[in-house]
């Protein structure tokens, strides 16, 4: 992992908001869940501080989309986490949307530039999403 | 923000209303609240959000609490805009086009209320995404496709209203829509089609019924609440083949097109292929930066590098075959042979099992699958991305084809903008959706999207050019461009709206159409 990049990201989220203690002993079930971009190397080395802090940390996998309506939207569905993560600007922006229309605030949002490609690392506060009506 | 001609008091004298029959947390009207509802790539400085800016939202879960919300409505002559789950990003979002309105957000009613695997439809409520349909389908072991557009978090029920498309056979979402269920605004409440027959069992099968057929007048259009909606789904094949045809020369365009509407229209190739432009390709998995740190257009060298470099086209056709393999080897033949005429044309092709799974979104979207990767455009230009779309109809012949692109690409580079373009191939048409992609915090960019978009539509009409669909800002100019017989198209559309809606309570505005109460808010023409 380089060393550059993993203090800069822990510094970003230090800056937006002091998570890492918030996410220190969060009790089972709200443990927070880290998503993370593999293409990013400052996604990468979130994830590798997320699983060590004892996150579960997911691969966006190329689509987040695909990640909110599989895997994200039916877990919270069943019990409440943040969500806590570092992504390119495209994936945080239809996230935000996501979680914003199930009712989910985003509580701390915080970028970096590479040049004018920006890299966003976020919390999302999530709690009390609509339910779907058995048809 | 208060209804137009409402006070405070009387504006929470509705909303208590509302509350009463909704439920209070399903009635949103704090600033955070309805920041969700602002249009995110408004193209056009800070204070004009303000112009497309709701007062409230509104959430039922019932066609009788439609019913209820309506009748607080006419009584409060509040004007409501509707939206299934308001991701029409590009065109306004959730955004209701006469500020004030109260937004009747309906994601809450997301029943699948049926699906018929042999007769291959299924019946959705408006909250009933491309996604939750999908994962429906796959869950319970159906084998039938959905057919996505390019982001599947949007609405069944909305972007087959709003005339969207995807990429198999089932790629024109409005012609595989049958049957619907309308609120009207007085609160009448209306099945068309075979749906006329309450205990009928063909309302998702035959269209017409015993006629006249009015679905296709709540399309895009402001005449009632849909709050059913048939759709037809594909029987998933047995094989299907994917192919990638890269094309070198910019010039190459005419023949592009002129190759593949014979092919079209004898249905060799069945499915919404696509014709996208360079950048368009380059921009789902680079940056600009990448290729080019000037402001303007980027430079002819640059765009020649950056296509060397990822390999791809100057033209690139997405295309798709369905069916038994030797059907599909069949036709491939023939596009093979077809597109091998055009002078160092790339042709290469995957092919699938029915059920097997293809990566990226743009695949995947040809093979029935939802993704949301296309949204990766944002990136393009960095910073926080935004766009807005010129989406005007083409004639399918290689010279229309050229004009709009010529024309297009001109304008973009005079505002600073590339061609981030493609055609969407239907049979005898092409959707040509250039967008111009703008960083939102940045003023002096967001200001040029608005004006270039302007520009280009004026200069399309002067061609003879219309748009399908338009952005909230530009609505009433679009409609206005349909002026044969003195604007005589859109004098029918606000008669039938005065008729239907005489307190004029439904989405005053959209489309152009302005009921007879709110007629002076008619904006730029």
């Known amino acids: 992992m380089d060393r550059r990049t993993f203090v800069k990201t822990g510094a970003w989220l230090t800056a937006a908001g002091g998570v890492w ?38 691969d966006i996998r190329d689509d987040i989309g ?24 495209s994936d945080f922006f239809v996230l935000k949307q996501l979680a914003a229309g199930a009712g989910h605030v985003v509580r701390h949002a915080a970028q970096e530039s590479a040049g004018r490609a920006m890299a966003i690392a976020f919390v999302i506060d999530c709690a009390s999403p609509f339910t779907r009506h058995e048809g | 923000m208060l209804p137009p001609n409402l006070s405070d008091a009387r504006f929470s004298q509705a909303l208590n209303r509302f509350a009463s029959i909704v439920g209070g947390p399903h009635v949103l009207a704090s600033a955070d609240d309805l920041a969700t509802y602002a249009d995110p790539f408004a193209p056009s400085p800070e204070a004009q959000v303000q112009v497309f800016a709701a007062s409230a939202a509104v959430l039922p879960a019932s066609v009788e609490e439609i019913r209820a919300i309506l009748r607080v409505a006419r009584a409060y002559r509040i004007p409501l805009w509707t939206i ?4 029409n990003f590009a065109y306004g979002g959730a955004a209701p086009r006469l500020a004030g309105s109260v937004v009747l957000d309906l994601k809450r009613m997301n029943r699948i209320l049926e699906v018929n695997e042999a007769l291959a439809y299924a019946l959705v409520e408006p909250g009933v995404t491309y996604f939750d349909l999908y994962a429906h389908l796959r869950d319970k072991g159906y084998r039938l496709w959905i057919d996505p557009p390019a982001s599947g978090w949007g609405s069944v029920v909305g972007n087959t209203l709003e005339r969207g498309f995807g990429y198999t056979p089932y790629g024109d979402h409005a012609a595989m829509q049958c049957g619907m269920e309308v609120v009207l ?3 009448d409440v209306v099945r068309t089609g ?26 895009q259009s402001n005449f009632g609440i849909v709050t059913k909606m048939g759709i037809w789904l594909m029987p998933q094949p047995s094989a299907y083949l994917l192919g990638d045809i890269q094309f070198r020369h910019e010039a190459d365009l005419e023949a592009i097109v002129e190759t593949l509407r014979p092919l079209r229209l004898d249905e060799t ?14 921009a789902s998995v680079s940056p600009r930066e990448q ?10 060298s640059a765009l020649a590098a950056m296509i060397d470099k990822l390999g791809i086209g100057r033209w690139n056709l997405h295309f798709a075959l369905y069916g038994v393999p030797e059907l599909i080897d069949a036709r491939y033949a023939i596009v093979h042979r077809a597109f091998s005429r055009v002078r ?4 290469a092709a995957t092919k699938y099992a029915g059920d097997a799974q293809p990566t990226g979104g743009a695949d995947k979207n040809l093979a029935g699958i939802p993704a949301m990767s296309a949204f990766r455009m944002l990136d393009w230009r960095g910073g926080a991305g935004a766009h807005v779309d010129f989406s005007p109809v083409c004639p399918f012949t290689g010279r229309d084809a050229m004009r709009q692109y010529a024309l297009v690409k001109a304008r973009a580079a005079e505002y600073g903008f590339d061609y981030y373009g493609g055609f969407t191939a239907g049979v005898r048409h092409m959707n040509h959706i250039f967008a111009a992609i703008f960083d939102r915090n940045d003023a002096r960019q967001t200001d040029a999207a608005g004006d270039l978009l302007r520009s280009l539509m004026s200069d399309a009409r002067a061609a003879g050019y219309g748009e399908y669909r338009a952005h909230l800002a530009y609505m009433d100019y679009a409609a206005a461009q349909y002026s044969f017989n003195d604007g005589a198209l859109l004098r029918l559309s606000e008669t039938i709206k005065d008729a239907l809606d005489p307190a004029g309570i439904l989405a005053p505005g959209k489309q152009g159409i302005w009921p007879r109460a709110w007629r002076g808010k008619r904006g730029y023409t």
Not at chain 1, 33 to 43: M, R, T, V
Not at chain 2, 200 to 217: E, I, V
Not at chain 2, 291 to 300: F, I, S, V
Not at chain 2, 344 to 347: C, L, R, V
């Open chain 2, 185 to 187: 605004a007085n609160g």
């Open chain 2, 344 to 347: 160092d044309a790339d042709i």
């Open chain 1, 21 to 58: 203690p918030w996410f220190a002993d969060p009790g089972e079930e709200r443990r927070a869940i880290a998503i993370f971009d593999p293409a990013l190397a400052a996604s990468r080395a979130f994830a590798d501080d997320a699983a060590r802090a004892g996150m579960l940390a997911i």
């Open chain 2, 194 to 219: 075979m749906g006329g027959i309450d205990i009928g069992t063909a309302w998702q099968l035959y269209k017409p019924g015993f006629g006249p057929s009015f679905d296709a007048l709540f399309m």
């Open chain 2, 291 to 300: 290729w080019y740190e000037g402001a303007g257009p980027m430079p002819e």
């Open chain 2, 84 to 87: 299934s789950t308001g991701r």
């Open chain 1, 66 to 89: 695909e990640l909110w309506y599989a895997t994200l939207a039916p877990r919270l569905a069943r019990a409440s986490a943040p969500l806590v993560g570092v992504l390119r600007a």
């Open chain 2, 269 to 282: 190739i069945r499915n919404n292929a696509v014709i996208e432009g360079a950048i368009r390709r380059a």
